[in-house]
């Protein structure tokens, strides 16, 4: 099977303390270790769980509770885990901000090549258009000097979303000849402005 989440754990080096043994009696001889649970996603250690300070006897080795023997907030302060237990957040998170900084970088790129086909139409320019639950797609049919004509689909969707997937199925052959509507160039930029017109794609 393969693994995605598993756990692991890490161990510090102990901590000398200067508190007697119970068990023994032995001076200062009680030292103090981290242990800490980490969960890795794909091997990459990721999420530190709860931890965990265990006393320890150097001289005779009896393990004690934090019961037995209380570690105080100094002890506790001053045993570090480390932060490369972290790494897989940190790259998540770093993959997250480049991911949605390329999206925008996109959109800014799509936004500006259709204020371009806007202001310089070609036939068999696609429109994507709506507002309110009512989208639709047109295609220049013929520009004049300060003017564009289009015919319209026959299709309307209640989403951007199933607007797109209608562009995925095949919908080229479903603009109406018959149906052909004209806009001056600065209604179609005063459209777009008004976000009414969503996006224009050239066929390269
Ligand atoms: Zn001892």
């Known amino acids: 099977m393969f693994i995605i989440f598993s756990a692991k754990s890490f161990v510090s080096n102990p901590l000398s303390t200067s ?3 119970p068990n023994c009696g032995a001076k200062h001889s009680i030292e ?4 800490q649970e980490y969960v890795c996603f794909f091997w990459i250690p990721s999420v530190p769980q709860q931890k965990e300070f265990i006393p320890v006897c150097n001289n005779c080795a009896k393990v004690f509770s934090n019961k037995e023997i209380p570690v105080g907030k100094e002890i506790r302060d ?4 480390p932060r490369w237990m972290w790494t897989g957040t940190f790259v998540g998170i770093a993959l997250i901000f480049t991911l949605l900084g390329y999206i925008a970088i996109d959109n800014k790129n799509k936004e500006k090549a259709t204020k371009e086909y806007i202001t310089a139409p070609k036939v068999n320019d696609i429109y994507e258009y709506g507002a309110d639950k009512s989208y639709s797609l047109m295609k220049v049919m013929n520009v004049t000097d300060d003017s564009v004509y289009f015919y319209l689909h026959s299709h309307q969707t209640d ?8 562009k995925e199925d095949g919908y080229e052959n479903s ?6 509507y004209g806009f001056s160039k600065e209604e179609l930029l005063e459209q777009f402005n008004d976000k009414l017109i969503l996006n224009v794609e050239r066929k390269k």
């Not at 989403?159 to 209608?166: H, I, P």
């Open 175 to 180: 603009f109406i000849d018959t149906l052909i």
């Open 32 to 35: 103090v270790i981290l242990r």
């Open 159 to 166: 989403s951007e979303y199933s607007l797109r997937q209608l």
């Open 19 to 21: 508190i007697n043994c």
């Open 78 to 81: 001053s045993i570090k885990s």
